[in-house]
């Protein structure tokens, strides 16, 4: 199984900031990874697939990189609506999921 | 608008069975991988199995094969969990998810399963 590792768990930041947060897979996944927004009571929401690919509708100061198994989800000027938990997962061998990574106001 | 909806979660007794369903709208449902996905209260996303768009590929999770069958209806638009011999860690926001190539883009709001021991 591929396991799927996220840091931080936790960050805090503030409106305006430029965040990282880091997926490490076990294995490699090629460019197999996505990226996902939860809000509390709320379904996940699909930002990039294919490590670096932006789904339609999100906006652009969402990115990801990486390749392999280390890659990074950047927001490049933090939001109000964008204070909310992250998840990376792999699909390159059934669906892994990261633990998450929760952004909260500094 | 590209729409799913679950239900037939609630409250089951440990051991008892339950039968999850999931109404797809908006889009050509016969054509597209379906997953379900698992939320247990306060933790991560597990992913629990997949079908392909006909019905004749199936996946299960370490964690549940053998107590899960996923299927469809393509005529009536529809993906389902039957989920048996349940157990308290089964308790669990229960999403049905749409998989285009792997990629989960389109998740429903969610059906909430309580296993009471």
């Known amino acids: 199984d591929i396991q799927m590792t996220q840091s931080p768990s936790t960050l805090s930041a503030s409106v305006g900031d430029r965040v990282t947060i880091t997926c490490r897979a076990s294995?490699?996944?090629?460019?197999?990874l996505a990226w996902y927004q939860q809000k509390p009571g709320k379904a996940p929401k699909l930002l990039i697939y294919?490590?670096?690919s932006l789904e339609s509708g999100v906006p652009s100061r969402f990115s990801g990189s990486g390749s392999g198994t280390e890659f990074t989800l950047t927001v490049s000027s933090l939001q109000p609506d964008d204070f909310a938990t992250y998840f990376c997962?792999?699909?390159?061998?059934?669906?892994?999921f990261g633990q998450g990574t929760k952004v909260e106001i500094k | 608008e590209v729409q799913l909806v679950e239900s037939g979660g609630g409250l089951v007794q440990s051991g008892g069975s339950l039968r999850l369903s999931c109404a797809a709208s908006?889009?050509?449902?016969?054509?597209?991988?379906m997953n379900w996905v698992r939320q247990a209260p306060g933790k991560g996303l597990e992913w629990l199995s997949y079908?392909?768009?006909?019905?004749?590929?199936?996946y299960y999770a370490d964690s549940v094969k053998g107590r899960v069958t996923i299927s469809r209806d393509n005529a009536k638009n529809s993906l389902y969990l039957q989920m048996a011999s349940l157990r308290a860690e089964d308790t669990a926001v229960y999403f049905c998810?749409?998989?285009?190539?792997?990629?989960?883009?389109?998740w429903g709001k969610g059906t909430t399963v309580i296993v009471s021991s």
């Open positions: 998810v749409r998989a285009p190539q792997s990629v989960m883009d389109v």
């Open positions: 294995q490699t996944i090629s460019s197999q």
């Open positions: 079908i392909d768009g006909s019905g004749s590929t199936t």
């Open positions: 294919k490590a670096s």
């Open positions: 997962q792999q699909y390159s061998s059934f669906w892994t």
């Open positions: 908006g889009f050509t449902f016969n054509i597209f991988e």
